[in-house]
């Protein structure tokens, strides 16, 4: 296993949902809100529970268990390249706390571990539900298809609507960010980086 990249904040123990939600109440408490108004009174429950089961939910899960024993074996065409486009993602910035969404295009060649098309769509789950950087995830995401399907070289670019920048400091609502991340032979080849470049574009 690699170890972990300084943009992925590590969870290091399990959840306290408690403590989660008395967070959440000492939070809004801070911020000088009424406790007691209906609209709120279950809020700090309904926030513990959507961070700890929807948005961070990557945590519980690892590349190895959503590749690991998915692939099926066979020999591969010369540079063939399995690609998959706008696939539907969302994390959370670790800055902030707000999240981004947006979608991965996602690439590799395979050696001889092919997965079905979803599998990718769930590897990227558990690498966006965490706290993790935009510039981080699209790494992760391409060194665990290295990693697990032995792949020759993997691609990734993420276009993302970062709330960091859309609804709090500069406001820039269109702004879109875009990461990209190239291992193996991807790293090494224009040709191959172009290819996947031009399948994106005719999407
Ligand atoms: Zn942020």
């Given at each position: 296993?690699?170890?972990?990249?300084?943009?992925?904040?590590?969870?290091?123990?399990?959840?306290?949902?408690?403590?989660?939600?008395?967070?959440?109440?000492?939070?809004?408490?801070?911020?000088?809100?009424?406790?007691?108004?209906?609209?709120?009174?279950?809020?700090?429950?309904?926030?513990?529970?959507?961070?700890?089961?929807?948005?961070?939910?990557?945590?519980?899960?690892?590349?190895?268990?959503?590749?690991?024993?998915?692939y099926e074996e066979r020999k591969p065409e010369a540079d063939e390249m399995v690609v998959v486009t706008?696939?539907?993602?969302?994390?959370?910035?670790?800055?902030?706390?707000?999240?981004?969404?947006?979608?991965?295009?996602v690439a590799y060649l395979p050696a001889g571990k092919i997965v079905g098309f979803?599998?990718l769509?769930?590897?990227?789950?558990?690498?966006?539900?965490?706290?993790?950087?935009?510039?981080?995830?699209?790494?992760?995401?391409?060194?665990?298809i290295r990693?697990?399907l032995g792949a020759r070289g993997a691609a990734?670019?993420?276009?993302?609507?970062?709330?960091?920048?859309?609804?709090?400091?500069?406001?820039?609502?269109?702004?879109?960010?875009?990461?990209?991340?190239?291992?193996g032979e991807f790293?090494?080849r224009?040709d191959l980086r172009e290819r996947f470049?031009r399948r994106?574009?005719?999407?």
């Open positions: 296993m690699r170890p972990r990249p300084p943009g992925e904040t590590p969870r290091i123990r399990p959840v306290d949902l408690e403590k989660a939600e008395e967070g959440v109440r000492l939070f809004l408490e801070g911020l000088g809100i009424d406790l007691d108004d209906s609209n709120v009174r279950e809020t700090p429950r309904r926030v513990a529970l959507a961070w700890a089961e929807e948005f961070l939910d990557g945590y519980e899960r690892s590349a190895r268990e959503v590749l690991g024993d998915f706008s696939i539907d993602f969302q994390s959370m910035c670790p800055h902030h706390l707000l999240p981004y969404r947006g979608v991965a295009h979803s599998r769509a769930r590897l990227v789950d558990v690498h966006s539900h965490r706290l993790i950087l935009q510039e981080t995830l699209a790494r992760e995401i391409a060194e665990s990693e697990e990734v670019i993420l276009e993302a609507e970062q709330s960091c920048m859309t609804i709090r400091g500069e406001r820039r609502a269109s702004s879109r960010a875009i990461t990209e991340a190239f291992t790293a090494e224009a470049v994106i574009g005719s999407r």
